[in-house]
């Protein structure tokens, strides 16, 4: 194993890493703020990656406008989730919006499988070509999408830590009956934090779709990893689902260069059980 | 609270049940004669799946551990014994008894996770060891064939010298093996519930910090009505196999773990026969919905969101509902 | 200020509060007395909203005359005027102290200069807090912190304040100087009801006092009249004749 492909990899676990984090840290925002266990937030990454596919079909030229395009889409719908279906299963018991979003999930795949068809959809590069990272050529697209993850990631970190919603999520977060109490809106605050969690996993969408193509099942493939980052990163922390997804992604990286692919993974996936089993509450401790 | 006064039943009543038990045995038992051979095939797979569900009604219903892996045992069962039978050349019974072995292994350990962690981490963690088994099953071919499966073709037990029994897709000793085994279990999970064992378990989902309080080994009843529940699964699940011929990845898919769990909460959890009835008609739905249309899983997915939107505390709940405001309305008056 | 007709309240099937009547005018520091157990606690509770009323009104005097708030959500109640500080004080652990106070003052959606005079009523009250606005909650003491659970409730410009046992777990002079703290409220136009154990101090402050007993008042009089009776107060508080010559 060369320098050169430990970097290769590095990198690429980077970019998996991005795209981990950003669902993750919604999955980690509505589970710790709303108590809400979400299965079908990988259909809004999956319907993110098919929208922006679909306006580029449409004939939207650039690929930087159909992502704020997609990503509004996306919001769209996870908002009206929320005001129908969502709103009567916030208070049930985790095993109730375990099922009812696994049923939203399997609808939304499903419905998609069947207008778009089960193969996977290629999406061209909106950046191509190689740049030079020390001693290795690589893809300049891959670069790309991991500056724009992090300034979204470090963006929505901002948003939460100064603005008025971001106290008001981190109060409801910590105790909901006094924030209540002291005024704060928490429906309202509810709402907010679908609607971030519903933009990112989007965001993440979109740019994995030119990475790894667009397919029915990819929100699938992709949500089970994502709540193993939660529950490692801690529930309800921010910062400690995206060290999570980036070490998961690093780990899914680095393990490629020995195991194949979906051996690597599985790699991952038995790390982390291990890791779990070890501090159930979660390797980062939940800070706020 | 106000006691039930509890008076001897008129004979009516007395006779009604064990009456309907009867007609109910007589017809299962006369089905074979007229019906189809593939009739016959998905009635044993539901009578499969109602083994299943009454399975699972045993860990959710009657002890209130909320797994989302029942399914994986189901298919542990099922595979271990068609590996045994094709790779290790032994017979059925030995395969069998391999098979609930295995789920019973896995039941053990689902058990010492629910023990070491709780509420919704404990719920995601056993979606996440269910996918992780059905990701393994699918790409170790060389083991479990893949998406491909297993076939089983005809299976042949001898239960007594000159009594042989045959198992293929669609046989009839299939079915009655499956209908034998469901009542049979039906009838001991019975008698579980109504036992002490029963009565802390029970205690165990109604107030679990107050039976630990009484000195329950509560860790210990868990992870052992894991492991009973196990084995029955993983027959149910050889069952199912059996009679289809052929044994495949979907026998351990997390949607089948989530379907059964509907199926309970549809029935009534912790009634027993309520999860069997609902696994049995909405299995064979779900098969007849297959024949006509390749999205079926949609219908799947609507029914689960439907159910938990709105009959959460399943049939028998809403039923109790109807009557419940009955009596009360009495009480109050 | 506040006036509450009729209230019952139910945990389960436990009938805590069997028809509380209470009147709050602007101005007043009112005391809940009672003993341990009685439902002084869940009287504020459902009057902020976190316990629902079985039965029974809640009306708050707003700008725009009385106003109904029994169904309401408690973020509503607190837009109305209605203020609650808990017995356990509840600060956010990890938010700052800053970013505690923000959680009520920023929902007023205040202009630069209303909202720093907003913050300074606060600081005006309890100077400490200004010196802390960086440290998370969880690392106050227990004075700092009762400061903390009253500057963030001040900050809204409540009308009427709901407070429950402020000098409990404090020393006997951040206590007095608590007490202190809730006349000046009551000064400045406030209506404040205060639950408190200690009822000597309590009546040291009060002009009026509710006694609750098994979920409902039993008794109602002048603070004066009360102190004055050793043997009322005996009865309906358990205060013994030593406690009250205690200094």
Redesign the interface.
Known sequence: MSGEVLLLQLANGLSFGVIFALIASGITLMWGIMDFINIAHGELYMLGAYGVWLWLVIGVGDFWLALPLAVMGVLGLGLALRGTVLRRIFDRPPLHTLLATYGIALILQQGVLAIFGPFTKELALPVGGLVSLGPVRYPAYRLVVIGVGLVIIVGAWILIQRSTYGIWIRAVAQDRAMAAALGVPVPRVYTVVMALASALAAVGGVLAAPLFGVSPTMGGEIILLAFIVVMIGGLGNYVGSVIGGVLIGEVIALGAIWLQPTEAYLGALGVLLALLLLRPAGLLRAAR | MTTAIVEARPWPARVARPGLAVVVILLVAGVPWWASSYLILILTSALALGLFALSYDLVLGVTGL?S?SHATLFGVGAYGMAIAMTRLEVGLLPGALTGIGAAMAMAWLIGFFSV??A???F???T???A??VE??AT?WTSLTGGENGIILGVARVTLVPGLALQFAAGSWSAYYAAAACLGLAWWLCRQLVDSPLGLVLRGIKGNEGRALALGYRVGRFKILINVVAGAVAAVAGILYALCQGFVSVDLLRV?LS?EV??WT?LGGPGTLLGPVLAAVIMSLGIEYLRTVT??Y??A??????????YL?QGLGGLLQQALGRGQGARRDA | MLRVTDLHVFYGKSHILRGVDLELAAGEVVALLGRNGVGKSTTLKALIGLVPAHQGSVRVRTDAGWQEVTRLPPWERAALGLGYVPEERRIFPHLTVGENLRVGLDRLRLAGAERRHALQRAFDLFPALADHLHRPGRVLSGGQQQMLALARVLVLRPRVILLDEPSQGLSPLLAEAMMEAVARLGGEGIGVLLVEQNALAALDTCRRAYIMDKGRICHHDEAVALRADPVAMERMLGVTADEEAAP
């Open positions: 909320i989302v070491r962690t509420g919704a981490g719920i995601i963690m979606v996440i060891f996918h992780s990701h393994i790409i949607l989530v769990i509907v909460i390749h999205q899983l949609i799947v997915g609507a029914a689960t969101l439907l159910v938990v939107l959460p």
